[in-house]
C-alpha cells in the first residue's frame, strides 16, 4: 500500500513497480512450469562419449535442441562437468519455495 502524502511520482512509481513484479511471478511460475526435472542418470543418458576427449549430446536435452550438440573435453575437466551436472540434477525444484528469496 502506498503510504499517504506520497507525491503522484512516487505513487506511480510503487504502483509501476507492483506491475513489473506480479509479471515476473508469472514469468517464472511459467518458466518453473515448462523446467523437465530428470535425474543424474536420465541426464547423463543424453551424453554419449565419442573418442577419448570427444562428446555428443542428444537432441532434447533441452527444449527445441534440434540438432546433437558436440564437445571436448580432457580428463580433468570430465570430472569437473560431470560432477556440476551431478549437482545441478540432484536440487530440489525451486516450485513453491523463490518467491521467499525474492
Not at 20 to 37: G, N, P, Q, R, W
Not at 74 to 81: D, T, V
Not at 84 to 100: A, D, H, M
Request: net charge negative; charged share 20%.
Amino acid at each position: 500500500m502506498v503510504p499517504r502524502g506520497q507525491s503522484v511520482q512516487h505513487v506511480f512509481f510503487f504502483l509501476h513497480a507492483q506491475v513489473i513484479s506480479s509479471s515476473c511471478i508469472e514469468f517464472v511460475d511459467d518458466l518453473i512450469a515448462k523446467m523437465v526435472v530428470r535425474t543424474y542418470e536420465q541426464e547423463c543418458a543424453f551424453v554419449k562419449q565419442v573418442d577419448g576427449t570427444s562428446y555428443s549430446i542428444g537432441k532434447g536435452f533441452v527444449d527445441n535442441m534440434n540438432v546433437p550438440g558436440h564437445f571436448y573435453v580432457n580428463q580433468e575437466l570430465k570430472s569437473l562437468l560431470f560432477e556440476e551436472l551431478r549437482q545441478f540434477s540432484s536440487q530440489v525444484p525451486l516450485v513453491g519455495t523463490w518467491r521467499e528469496r525474492a
